[in-house]
């Protein structure tokens, strides 16, 4: 009876990714797309002080597999968090915080990745154009949507993000990071661009490196920012889908470890 | 001595309108491009009763000639004004509100263009690209710059709104609006794009009707919007340029008076 019951949820489960997978295919019709279902990750926990609990893998979300998907625990309620610090770090050898919102985990630029793969499950595209398709963004904040792409020699990573930095108004968030140094982000060139029935917004610029801190670029404006209301616009059944493209930076390809 | 000292300000005047104009130029390369420095028109007073004031002219603004520029009035302290209504009227011969924030006059469809060329001294552009280049974006909300653009048969408005909705954070909303019906709007597409070094922001919709108002439109987030942060990332020396295409949409270029 648990065997049946199982294979029941597994079609169930299969029937879902199906019908999103479906949709982005739609929205972005260019042929060879890549489509990657995104989970929210919500804010379970947040710690203040900054320790290193790398093993700890509390949250559940992330892109694991191409086109696994995961239902989103419900969130918990919990005290607001004080806001994180948003300038860059240092540059002598910089610790880097977990993007995620949620994770108080710091480390080494050169660790980031193993963190983001063991802590948080999340998976690593291949290709430099994909479909970014952030599901039940409906959800409230805060909550982070998050993806690593692999091209261009360099790993680069997707952050949606749904936060209220105005009480009551939550506003969407997405940028393109760089696992690298700020002088290697310069290098390239990210395009995120969002397009439902007669309305089409792009957002194109230099990825920050991730040594920055997600806070820091929402503070500067230097994304691409959605109220819920556009946000909605744009979603077709709690589903966002942002197409994503990188290039390398015309006067840096050189350098830029391609 | 009062001849020379006109002259003087005349030359200062002409030396400020070529270095804006060379300005836009640099930031939109396109060879042909007309530019249109538009300058501030302040909330300098609210009657929040819909009375006709058709003949009145308070405020100064707008863009009485291409390439004329006018040092905004300084803006006088005031209660912040109630909330207009935001939702379409009817359409049974339903009567137009003023697109600026600042004025209270409503009447037909047909009297918007002539009340913002008398009232306003709005000037028409002639053509469908265009750069809009919005001076003294620093000063504070509420401000508007509005443009008509006179192209496929049809007087399209440029309305770019400095607002606070969440108090003590200004945003920008930039929107198209067809002086005509809402079905005579959806045969037409535009595109507004703002470029800086290494970012580009574009968005393209179909521009909704001016019956439908102003706040409609920024409430149901169907327009580009831009925190102060990310308006100055584009800004330069307190202008903004944004570079304006409009298009008949394809399924109805026959239909638009084309």
Redesign the interface.
């Given at each position: 009876m648990l065997f049946f019951t199982q294979c029941f949820g597994a079609v169930l489960d299969l029937i879902h990714l199906r019908f999103q997978h479906y949709k982005a295919k739609r929205v972005f019709s260019a042929a060879g797309q890549l489509v990657c279902v995104v989970n929210p990750t919500h804010n379970l926990k947040y710690v203040s002080g900054r320790r290193a609990v790398a093993a700890n893998a509390p949250e559940q979300g992330g892109c694991p597999q191409r086109h696994a998907t995961h239902l989103p625990r419900p969130p918990r309620p919990h005290p607001r968090p004080p806001p994180r610090p948003h300038r860059p770090r240092p540059q002598g050898a910089p610790p880097c915080t977990c993007p995620l919102f949620s994770c108080a985990w710091e480390g080494r630029l050169e660790v980031v990745l193993p963190h983001l793969r063991q802590a948080h499950r999340v998976g690593v595209l291949q290709g430099a154009e994909i479909v970014f398709l952030a599901t039940d963004v409906h959800l409230p904040a805060p909550a982070d949507w998050i993806t690593v792409h692999s091209c261009l020699g360099h790993h680069f990573l997707l952050v949606l993000r749904k936060q209220e930095?105005?009480q009551g108004?939550p506003q969407f968030f997405a940028t393109m990071m760089l696992i690298g140094t700020p002088s290697q982000a310069d290098g390239f060139?990210y395009r995120l661009e969002l397009s439902a029935s007669?309305?089409?917004?792009?957002?194109?610029?230099?990825p920050r490196s991730v040594l920055e801190g997600v806070d820091a670029v929402i503070?500067?404006?230097?994304c691409l920012?959605?109220?819920?209301?556009?946000?909605?616009?744009f979603a077709d059944d709690g589903g966002l889908a942002i197409g994503i493209a990188i290039t390398a930076?015309e006067a840096c390809s050189s350098q830029a470890g391609m």
């Open positions: 930095r105005h108004h060139t007669h309305r089409r917004l792009k957002w194109e610029a230099a503070t500067d404006g230097d920012v959605l109220s819920t209301p556009l946000a909605q616009l930076a």
